[in-house]
């Protein structure tokens, strides 16, 4: 005579069913009673330690003000130090997608470019440039016709972004009012930053709008707004009372450079979409990499050299 699967056993209780991959069957008679899932962290609505991040960034300004305050000199040397590790951090980003860009003539052709425009001028500089180029196309012509084309225009991408555009800093330093110069051009960036951010969180609680959700999910319009007010705010403050121009010229440095800095996120997001990776580096918390710090100040130093070499005589 068959059994009945679903009928009583010979102990008089129902079968012994398991409950489910991984979990022992119930006992005779009990049932299963599943485990508490354990209480998750509260994630923050930026998804970044905050106290980390404002501790790490006031450790970054204050080297910054050293640096600017004593022999402003030293500046270029935490720059550079700063360039060099945003530059492997872009190098490795591009090794994951079979991209070698040559980092040594890299290195040493930037601190050419950025001694040269402090100590002798645009001219010098120039020439660094030009000679970097030169170097990278010959230094890759030992691996071959494969990938050449690639790895060398990925090379001159890296010496344009990164240290050609930091010799637009060295250019402001090197005037006898240069460390105002530079830090003017420093609380621009940063304010367009922490403005961004904070109105991001409050004015966005309501509702969010995108700015541009293909490149960056989190850059939106309540963002912009606050980036806005904050660097029209630091440009007037700074171009008054650091070196004393007038309240226009301020703000139109503040609105030329705030735009500059959105555009400075919005590239260095696209460069990680098409890269597919989420952050370029992980050396600062609650930060990333030094690359996510520079993204914005790359792109605002020449606007606001142009700028207050125009308003502001060299003195």
Known sequence: MATDPGGPSETGHGPQVPNGPGIPASPPGQEYDPPEPAPSKPSSRTGRNLPVAIGVGAGLGGLVLLTLLTVKATFLIYMGAAIIVALTELAGAFG????????????AGGAAMVTCMYWIGAQAALAALALTLVVILAWRLPGGPSGYVK???????????LPFLATFVSAMLSPADGARRVLT?????????????????????GGRHLMAPVISPKKTWEGFAGSVVACLIAGWLCLTLLLHGHAW?????GAAAVLAAILGDLVESMIKRDLDIKDMG????????????????????????????????AG
Do not use: M, N
């Open 96 to 107: 994951k997608r079979a991209i070698a860009i040559p980092v040594i003539p890299i290195v």
């Open 151 to 161: 790895d060398v225009t990925a090379g001159v991408f890296a010496v344009i972004y």
């Open 185 to 205: 051009f420093i609380i621009l960036a940063i304010c367009s930053d922490i403005g961004g951010y904070f109105a991001g969180i409050t004015l966005g609680r």
């Open 249 to 253: 010229q301020g703000l139109l440095t």
């Open 282 to 313: 992980t050396l600062l918390p609650g930060h990333g990499g030094i690359l996510e710090r520079l993204d914005s100040l790359l792109l605002v130093a020449p606007v606001v050299w142009l700028l207050l070499y125009l308003f502001i005589p």
